[in-house]
């Protein structure tokens, strides 16, 4: 089920290993996977690689698409940029420079953390939210599965999507538009890779939704980087505990976790949840004009938040406490240059290259009649449906099977209940 636009998605379906189990099918925000004769399909424009068929799916028939350690050859010096995630999943008494120094072990030359720009983009949030009358709540745009559904399934809310950037995207620029002259190189010798908690985040650096271009040059996966280096960073802290001296270090809890973003901004009327299901609540309040009075929305696909990513190893809650204990052991405030900050502000520096915009879908034709002839064909099918939602059709929904049926993907015979078998017993 591919669209004319070829999308990129941080997944492999493998169908081969499908068994038909239609957890994955079940468990999809957006409806975007069908189960035909047997094996996963996906509705490309409908997917917004939050990863819930990855945690679901007990066949492994979904496999990670990202980069590898390989392609940083391309680069004559590169730099890594962890999620503030990253540091929580090696446990509370690992130190954060041994996981450092194992980076550079596995061939970055530097590394950068976003821990600063969260809390600079804080300022910035602030007083955009303050400046901006009209509309409300504003959504913040951290999460790019929550950017993507509200493009597929909540075009009207794109409107209420901050148009400011992100920490990760603001560190890379960062670093892209100092390092070159610092180092003597041409921006294109110099690489920069984030290390992802999940899927959509990948995407968000492959295929930006938000931006015309990322300022990394690619995401590798978690949880590939921390099987990867793991053996480097017991070994530093093996010799730490012979007495090797540690380096300095300063830990910042970034915007890791539900509630740290709204911290950060610190509006007078702001809200904050996590988890798909419950944010897509939110989002039909919001649309239902329920929350008027909220100036601010912080909203994240993964339940608790980044800590909850499909591509962390270690249970979210942990993962948070870890993060609580680093922020008390190696944290320290740090003061941010306020003038400075606005004065980047007011000149642009903060805001993203293009406006998001609703992502097309194969359903709603850009022809008019088409798109009437459509919903008219979905509504007389859906009518004639026993809507029981059971899933035997290979869709999710009775109404995602009548959409199917309107576009000519499925044919009414495919419900149990119209098939030849089922017809004797009519």
């Known amino acids: 089920m591919a669209s004319e636009f070829e999308y990129f998605h941080a997944f492999r379906i493998n169908p081969g290993k499908c068994k038909g189990h239609a957890s994955c099918l079940r468990r999809c925000p957006t409806q975007a996977l069908r189960l035909r004769k047997g094996r996963i399909a996906l509705i490309e424009e409908r997917c917004i690689d939050c990863g819930e068929c990855l945690n679901v799916c007990p066949e492994g028939v979904f496999s990670t698409v990202c980069d590898s350690f390989e392609d940083l050859a391309r680069f004559k010096y590169k730099v890594a940029v962890p999620s503030t995630v990253f540091y929580s999943q090696f446990g509370a008494s690992v130190h954060p420079s041994s996981i450092r120094k194992a980076l550079l072990k596995a061939g970055f030359d530097e590394t950068v953390d976003t821990f600063y720009h969260c809390k600079t983009l804080g300022v910035v949030f602030r007083n955009y939210i303050r400046d901006r009358q009209g509309i409300r709540p504003f959504i913040s745009a951290h999460c790019p599965a929550v950017v993507r559904l509200i493009q597929v399934k909540y075009p009207n809310l794109v409107e209420n999507l901050m148009p400011l950037d992100i920490p990760r995207e603001i560190t890379a620029k960062e670093i892209r538009q100092t390092l070159p002259a610092k180092l003597g190189l041409k921006p294109e010798e110099i690489g ?11 995407v968000s650096v492959k295929q930006p939704a938000e931006s015309g271009k990322s300022w990394f040059d690619g995401a590798f996966s978690l949880k590939n980087v921390y099987n990867a280096i793991l053996p480097d960073v017991l070994a530093e802290e093996k010799a730490a505990a012979a007495g090797t001296e540690r380096e300095p270090f300063f830990f910042g809890m970034g915007w890791s ?3 740290q973003i709204s911290q950060s901004v610190g509006a007078e009327n702001c809200l904050s949840v996590a988890g798909l299901d419950h944010v897509m609540k939110i989002f039909d309040d919001i649309e239902n004009s329920k929350l008027r009075h909220i100036d601010f929305l912080e909203a994240l ?5 980044c800590v ?3 591509f962390t190893v270690d249970n979210p809650y942990v993962a948070r406490s870890n993060i609580m204990h680093l922020q008390q052991t190696y944290g320290q405030d740090r003061d941010v240059d306020t003038e400075e900050i606005l004065k980047r502000y007011r000149e642009g520096f903060y805001f993203k290259g293009l406006t998001v915009k609703p992502r097309p879908t194969q359903f709603l034709d850009t022809d008019i009649p088409t798109s009437i002839k459509r919903m ?3 509504e007389r099918v859906f009518a004639k449906l026993p809507q029981k939602d059971c899933g035997l059709c290979g869709a999710p929904t009775c109404e995602a099977f009548a959409r199917d049926c ?3 993907e499925a044919d009414l015979t495919d419900c149990i209940f119209f098939s030849e078998e089922a017809k004797p017993c009519v």
């Not at 920069?192 to 990948?202: H, N, T």
């Not at 696909?301 to 938040?305: K, S």
């Open 406 to 408: 309107a576009l000519g």
């Open 257 to 259: 976790w539900m509630g």
């Open 376 to 378: 008219k064909q979905k």
């Open 192 to 202: 920069i890779y984030y290390i992802a908690a999940c899927p959509s985040i990948v």
């Open 301 to 305: 696909a993964c339940m608790q938040g």
């Open 308 to 310: 909850g990513g499909a």
